[in-house]
């Protein structure tokens, strides 16, 4: 299936010196510029044709290709070939997320430019780390920093003046992406709680273990609810917290953390031990799941009585900052220490980006790091207070979209999908078929398939029969999206989630994220046909 | 200094449509390439002249430039006046990491056609976190995993069969550099360690506190030559371990860790306290600073009898497994137990891109985390054994570049690099104006200036005079790499080195990196007598 090798490639210096100076002849100029047209157009093909992960070559048979372990000797392709296979056998097998029928996860099309703005952080290969490798671009990240910064948080003209090129403070950092930024986030909140005092060096320094000693604490706590992303539960894992202790707060009927339930958690907690801290609480700015989010206002008061660190994890909602329109949906946001936002999500970035904002300029102070050799005390680079080391130049991506797009172009988009969303709403709500699982707040929602016999028989049914008949609904939603994913013309994703709480009730649901700003009504009634269609053909015997 | 805001321009959705949908006809079709030929070819200019940080403008005058931070409602520019100003206003303050005098820090010249591979990797836009927004790319992944695998710890043929896609097991991971991949490494050997027993469900879930207890350790130590990159204390921080916890073990002459004091320091430590447990070793193979790779299979042996994990940070060596010539250099890597490779770095590939290689395929599933929407578990999702979620397709960028130059291409670099810094060693030992400080075991060597007169006087100082002296060499070296990376010309780097490992010997020295194929002898002699050309005219009165 692939381009033979050509086995009379060698490798020698005439060829290396070929692939690493740029060549300057017309000739070969214009045969480098056709290869990036067959990039830029030669994917266009399957661009237009695939959506999901067909099953016309399974996975199983697909892995068989790639099963070579051996690194050749010499070369086995020139640039045009890797070229010509990329697009001829890899692409095809990839799933195109830029179709308008990719409806079900948080990647989507991204605007061709930013293509092209990649491809020059690619070719300046600035290293972000420190500033003997990127200069003008630490400058540049500092500026769309505090950009981004302003609109969350608002503060005044001399705030940013002070702060926008200020070598010593930092408004935010670009990170690898959600996780790393929620990471980041409860890595310095933790850091801020068990600072250095007399006989304690501090956290960072001496551990964990002596910290709680140091402090009279035997357990942490960081509270989100139960619909947090689980990179949460990750972070709190890595830093020694102990993924058990991110305690999952029941939700409220519309989605939202149950205030109620957490100020009882919060009181259980205390009346357990004096020895548990609340290290933080987690506000959601559009869940990954259901779209939705927390009462962020009364969550930084809540977090402010008790002394805990308040983060906002907006990887998906925060551009809703961008649109007049919605943007109150997340009011309360300003209040938050720190906010993750996601580049390559509704900033529609290309993979991999994140960022972290902070409330106060100085709060990352605790995670800072020098050596000899990068990163000296004092000196103006940025990976001083970052987790990563080195790190490409995204925030270069981000500025430059923001002066192509205006923060009317993202509002564009962002009001398109909470308004198609609202539209695919109340098709689903139309159509017998279908059960509307989470109203959307924001651009994502989830529904099923549950037939409206069925809905009257759960509606008189007990708790035994009710579980019995849900969990062949689930077995049905599951194999629709199967079925669908399968098919390639279109794909929603689905999760389970938990009906009034219940951990035993879990409901399989069929998930719609809409980001594409190709992705209309009409298209989405596409979908529920074929999900119909698919129903009646295949599965109505399930249910019975 | 920037192209003047157009402010004609609106935000629309004719304008969003025609950003997102690829240009078809072949007059916007031939705009768009001729803009790749711009970011191509335009940035030549800029990639031919400068090369450091010139001060021209300085830093402060730049930053002058970039405060504003109010978002535009409107687009500020079109994509071609933010490609013009790119390559105008920022490349020329960017630093020119390509260019053969550029020899200060791991970052350098990649090929051209990484820029052509990246970009094919963003206009797919494929999320290595789950199968559904990958597939085909998951695959290859694991494949070109299981060939660097291969090139590391040389297992059978039935053991690549078994494993190259199997879905269960992980030979390697990418993350988002060394410092991700060192972090991850020490995360698994943490959880490894303090695994779930009765009454304690694993240090991943439990906590740190909980995990000591259970396992009555109250201290965790990894012990690491002092010459140790600074993210391993960042990881021993991030981990709850405390960075005090890693001990740094004094050096032999020769600049490898001095396996006596290592014993010794084993020995005190069990001394000390029953209590401590020797969480991890960790052997380098190309330190930042000197280049040199520690005794590896004796840290093996000390390891193993230990019961300690033995991860061997390659992030710079690694590649040098590609040469016949020095492979042996690294004899001992395949008992390591993890292994820190980076892309950025020796294998030439743009950022952000690190790896991380396990000797037992089983090892990462310590840090597995599974949810309901992606990662589900039994699913073949590369994002359950990551430390970050959403992540770009690098894999496809080496796989690709792994057939483009074969094992022989990287080969011809590594050995290229070794043997031109021994070669500059040569040239820098004949110079009398020069002192050597380490003589490069792979591609990377320290020296200062110190005339002949001033190191007859140190050789017979006694400790107070020698610091004195010292003293003054370092303000001369410090202040002459400033002018040579001021002037804009070539570049080296400087760091700060213990003479007899001893911390208040500190000697500033120049630091230079030899990977870019294009620097040969006779650059290095240019910057050679660049910097004896800076001495004598502005420097030689401050060491008297």
Chains 1, 2 share one sequence.
């Not at 830093?239 to 205030?259: E, M, S, W």
């Not at 009346?271 to 927390?294: F, H, N």
């Not at 700003?517 to 109505?540: A, H, R, W, Y």
Request: hydrophobic share 40%; charged share 20%.
């Amino acid at each position: 299936m692939f381009v033979k090798d050509q086995s009379d490639l060698v490798a020698d210096w005439d060829r290396l010196f070929r692939v690493f100076i740029r060549p300057e002849g017309q000739v070969s100029r214009a045969t480098l510029i056709k290869y990036m047209d067959r990039i830029l157009y030669g994917l266009n093909d399957f661009l237009k044709t695939n959506v999901g992960i067909t099953e016309a070559v399974s996975l199983k048979e697909l892995s068989k290709n790639f099963t070579d372990t051996l690194i050749h000797d010499n070369p086995e392709k020139k640039l045009a070939d890797v070229i010509t296979c990329l697009i001829d056998n890899i692409a095809p097998h990839a799933v195109n997320v830029s179709s308008p029928y990719f409806v079900g996860h948080m990647t989507s099309a991204i605007p061709f430019f930013m293509v092209h703005l990649k491809t020059i952080v690619a070719a300046l290969n600035q290293n972000l780390v420190k500033l003997e490798t990127s200069k003008v671009v630490s400058i540049v990240e500092k500026q769309v920093i505090a950009k981004i910064h302003r609109m969350i948080y608002k503060h005044s003209d001399a705030f940013y003046q002070e702060h926008v090129q200020n070598t010593d403070t930092t408004l935010g950092v670009f990170v690898e992406g959600g996780t790393t930024a929620n990471l980041t986030a409860l890595w310095a909140a933790r850091n801020a709680k068990f600072h250095p005092k007399a006989g304690f060096a501090g956290i960072e320094s001496d551990g964990l273990a002596a910290a709680y000693r140091a402090y009279d604490i035997d357990r942490c706590v960081i509270l989100v609810s139960r619909l947090g992303h689980y990179s949460l539960r990750k972070s709190a894992g890595v830093l020694g917290i102990g993924n058990q202790n991110v305690i999952p707060i029941k939700t409220a009927p519309d989605n939202r953390v149950d205030i109620n339930v957490l100020k009882q958690t919060i009181t259980r907690l205390k009346q357990e031990s004096p020895r548990t801290c609340i290290l933080a609480i987690v506000g959601i700015a559009g869940a990954t799941e259901t779209g939705t989010v927390d009462p962020l206002e009364t969550l930084a008061e809540i977090a402010q009585a008790e002394n805990a660190h308040f983060h906002v994890d907006a990887a998906w909602g925060g551009p809703t900052l961008f649109s007049k329109k919605y943007r109150y949906l997340l009011n309360g946001i300003s209040l938050a220490d720190s906010v993750t936002i996601d580049g390559h999500k509704q900033f529609y970035m290309p993979m991999s980006c994140g960022m972290l904002y902070l409330k106060d300029p100085t709060a990352l102070d605790v995670i800072a790091y020098h050596s000899n050799y990068v990163n000296r005390m004092g000196s103006v680079d940025l990976g001083i207070k970052t987790l990563s080391g080195s790190r490409e130049a995204n925030s270069l991506i981000l500025d430059c979209a923001l002066k192509i797009m205006g923060a009317k172009g993202y509002a564009l988009l962002i009001d398109h999908g909470i308004e198609t969303a609202a539209a695919f709403a109340r098709e689903i709500r139309r159509r017998d078929l279908f059960e509307l699982m989470t109203p959307p707040v924001l651009n994502i929602l989830t529904y099923r398939i549950c037939p409206p016999d069925i809905r009257k028989k759960l509606a008189s049914a007990d708790d035994a029969e009710r579980r019995k008949i849900n969990e062949r609904l689930n077995t049905v939603n599951r194999r629709l999206q199967q079925i669908q994913r399968e098919a390639g013309h279109s794909f929603v994703s689905r999760t389970t989630l938990l009906q009034n709480n219940c951990s035993e009730d879990g409901i399989v649901v069929l998930r719609s994220v809409i980001m594409n700003p190709m992705t209309t009504i009409g298209i989405l009634n596409e979908v529920l046909d074929e999900q119909e269609e698919i129903f009646c053909s295949q599965l109505k015997d399930l249910v019975e």
